[in-house]
C-alpha cells in the first residue's frame, strides 16, 4: 500500500508560480514512478509529468518549459513547480504513484485556479 497527500494548491494570477507537494508514505520500496496528473471540468484526467526510478521524466507538451517534477532521495516527497501560469493550467492536480505490477495509488487532489 502507498498513500499519497497533495498540497500547495490555490488562486494565482496568469503568469504566476505555485508549488505543489506530495507527501509519499507506506511501501515506498515498491514504487517505479511517481507524477502528477489533472483533470480540468468537462475533461479526462491526463498526465502532467512523471518521474520514473531509473531517472527518466515525462512531460506533457502543454506544460514543457514551465513545469518541473522533483523528488527527494527517499521518495518521501514529490514536487512540481510550476512557473508562468495560464488559464488553462486551471484543474484538480491529482499526485499518483505506479508501483511495479503497475497498479496506481492516487491522491486526494489540490484545485489550482488561474484566474485574474
Known amino acids: 500500500q502507498v498513500q499519497l497527500v497533495e498540497s500547495g494548491g490555490g488562486l494565482v494570477q496568469p503568469g504566476g508560480s505555485l508549488r505543489l507537494s506530495c507527501g509519499v508514505s507506506?511501501?515506498?520500496?515498491?514504487?517505479?514512478?511517481v507524477g502528477w496528473y489533472r483533470q480540468a471540468p468537462g475533461k479526462e484526467r491526463e498526465l502532467v509529468a512523471q518521474t520514473t526510478r531509473d531517472d527518466t521524466t515525462n512531460y506533457a507538451d502543454s506544460v514543457k518549459g514551465r513545469f518541473t517534477i522533483s523528488r527527494d532521495n527517499a521518495w518521501n516527497t514529490v514536487f512540481l513547480q510550476m512557473n508562468d501560469l495560464k488559464t488553462e493550467d486551471t484543474a484538480v492536480y491529482y499526485c499518483?504513484?505506479?508501483?511495479?505490477?503497475?497498479?496506481?495509488?492516487w491522491g486526494q487532489g489540490t484545485q489550482v485556479t488561474v484566474s485574474l
Open positions: 507506506g511501501r515506498l520500496f515498491t514504487i517505479y514512478a
Open positions: 499518483n504513484a505506479v508501483i511495479y505490477g503497475a497498479r496506481m495509488y
